[in-house]
C-alpha cells in the first residue's frame, strides 16, 4: 500500500529525513516510535503531503507522490490523518464536522452524508452527540470525533500523529480501543505513539526513529523485548 525510499527532507540546512526506506503492506498496522524531534511527524507529514519532500521517492496505493501528474488532492484523500490536537471545527456539531468534508470535496449528497455520519458516529461510540458542539466533549471524545471525520473520507490509509499525547491518562483507553477496533477491521495504519502497550498488542510491526533514520524495525516482540540498538535500548527504559 505504502512504499518509501530514501525519503529525505531538510529544512534549509537541516535535515530532519535522512533516507528513510521502508513498506506498509494493505491492512497492516505499523507503529513508528522514537525520541523527540526524531523526524516521526515530518514522516507522516511527507506521507500525506503537507510537506513536500526534498528527495526520495513515496508510492501510495500506486499513486508516485513525486510523479508531476499525480492527483494530490486525489492521494489526499486515500490518506486520513489524525493529529495530537483534534483541530475539530469549533462552530460546526459533531455531526457537521464529520460530513463537511465529504460534502465539500467529495461532493456526496448531504443526506447520504448524514447517514454514513452517523454510522461513523456510532462507530466511534458518539451517536449521542451529533448535535452538540466541540466545545461540550471531553478531549478523548474529540479525538474520536477527529478519528471519525478522517474515516468520513473513506481513506486506505489511517496516519495517526500521537493521538493520545494530549489527552488526561484515564482518557487515553477509549481512543486506543477505537483504534484497536480500526486496526481489527483491516485498516492500513501507520501511527506514532508512544503507548507501548499498543504497540505491543495492535501492531505487525514496530519502526524505531532516532535523528532522522529508521534505526531499527521489527516486530513488536523484536522491538520492545529484544531490542538490539543501544539507543533503542535507552529509549525504551525512559518510557516504562
Ligand atoms: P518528532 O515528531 O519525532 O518529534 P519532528 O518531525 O516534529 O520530530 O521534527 C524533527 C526535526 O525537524 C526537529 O528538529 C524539528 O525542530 C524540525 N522541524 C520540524 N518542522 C519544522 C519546520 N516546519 N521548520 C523547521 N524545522 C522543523
Ligand atoms: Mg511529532
Do not use: W
Not at 489511517?158 to 481512543?175: H, I, K
Amino acid at each position: 500500500m505504502i512504499q518509501v525510499t530514501d525519503l529525505k527532507k531538510n529544512y534549509g540546512n537541516l535535515q530532519v529525513l535522512k533516507g528513510i526506506t521502508t513498506q506498509v503492506a494493505e491492512r497492516e498496522v505499523v507503529c513508528v516510535i522514537g525520541p523527540s524531534g526524531s523526524g516521526k511527524s515530518t514522516f507522516l507529514r511527507c506521507l500525506n503531503q503537507l510537506e513536500e519532500m526534498s528527495g526520495g521517492r513515496i508510492v501510495i496505493d500506486g499513486h508516485d507522490l513525486s510523479d508531476p501528474k499525480v492527483d494530490i488532492n486525489k492521494v489526499r484523500e486515500e490518506v486520513g490523518m489524525v493529529f495530537q490536537r483534534f483541530n475539530l471545527f469549533p462552530h460546526k456539531t459533531v455531526l457537521e464536522n464529520v460530513t463537511l468534508a465529504p460534502i465539500k470535496v467529495k461532493k456526496m449528497p448531504v443526506e447520504e452524508a448524514r447517514e454514513q455520519g452517523m454510522a461513523l458516529l456510532k462507530k466511534v461510540g458518539l451517536e449521542d452527540k451529533a448535535d452538540v458542539y466541540p466545545e461540550r466533549l471531553s478531549g478523548g471524545q474529540m479525538q474520536r470525533v477527529a478519528i471519525a471525520r478522517a474515516l468520513a473520507m473513506n481513506p486506505k490509509v489511517m496516519l495517526f500523529d500521537e493521538p493520545t499525547s494530549a489527552l488526561d491518562p484515564e482518557l487515553v483507553g477509549e481512543v486506543l480501543a477505537v483504534m484497536k477496533n480500526l486496526a481489527s477491521e483491516g485498516m492500513t495504519m501507520i501511527v506514532v505513539t508512544h503507548e507501548m502497550g499498543f504497540a505491543r498488542e495492535v501492531s505487525d510491526r514496530v519502526i524505531f526513529m532516532d535523528q532522522g533514520v529508521i534505526m531499527e524495525e521489527g516486530t513488536p516482540a523484536e522491538i520492545l523485548t529484544d531490542p538490539k540498538n543501544e539507543r533503542l535500548r535507552s529509549f525504551l527504559r525512559k518510557t516504562s
